[in-house]
Every structure is written in structure tokens, then in C-alpha cells.
Nanobody, 115 residues
């Protein structure tokens, strides 16, 4: 069964940057969409960004222009580059693999934006 392992979270000041990584235990198959979601305390999990096999991307309006999703198929890794971070970006960030009705989630990595 595929495993997803996130890393790169931590504490950062407002305006700072972080890069999250999601290591996938196998190659990404055609048709599988990789994504990052986040969940703040007391809130529902929400979409941050997705990237399809062909490279097309989708972003939540709240992160457009500040956050970039990318993938390195040679390393079976998906990245989330986060710049100009705001306190409202504080959440647990989860990596997701989706195809059809199947979803696989990682364990999550905490991102805290605070001075």
C-alpha cells in the first residue's frame, strides 16, 4: 500500500517561508492527483493546492501568489513552497494522493506562523 510521509513543517515568523515535502513510497501513476490540504484547530480540512500528472495545478484563492505546488517524479516527491506566510496559514498540512474514489493521506506536518 502506498505511504505518504510529510516533512518540513515548523515555526516561522509572519512573512517567512517554508518548504514542505511529501515523500511517496512508489512512483505516481498516471491519473493520480497529488495535493496538499490543511486543517486549523476547530476548522474543517481544506484544499491548499493540487497537481495532476500532466503538471496542471489548482490553488485555493487564499494562497494564490504565495504558495507553489510542484513534483519531482525522479524522487517520488511533491513539494509545497510557501512564501509570505501569514498567521492564518497556521494549520496541520496533509499530503494527499487521489484517484477515482481512492484517497490516501499522510500523517500531517504542523506549520505555525507566529512572531
Amino acid at each position: 500500500q502506498v505511504q505518504l510521509v510529510e516533512s518540513g513543517g515548523g515555526l516561522v515568523q509572519p512573512g517567512g517561508s517554508l518548504r514542505l515535502s511529501c515523500a511517496i513510497s512508489r512512483s505516481i501513476f498516471a491519473g493520480e492527483v497529488m495535493g496538499w490540504y490543511r486543517q486549523a484547530p476547530g476548522e474543517q480540512r481544506e484544499l491548499v493546492a493540487t497537481i495532476a500528472g500532466g503538471g496542471s495545478t489548482n490553488y485555493a484563492d487564499s494562497v494564490k501568489g504565495r504558495i507553489t505546488i510542484s513534483r519531482d517524479n525522479t524522487k517520488n516527491t511533491v513539494y509545497l513552497q510557501m512564501n509570505s506566510l501569514k498567521p492564518e496559514d497556521t494549520a496541520v498540512y496533509y499530503c494527499n494522493l487521489h484517484i477515482g474514489r481512492y484517497d490516501k493521506w499522510g500523517q500531517g506536518t504542523q506549520v505555525t506562523v507566529s512572531s
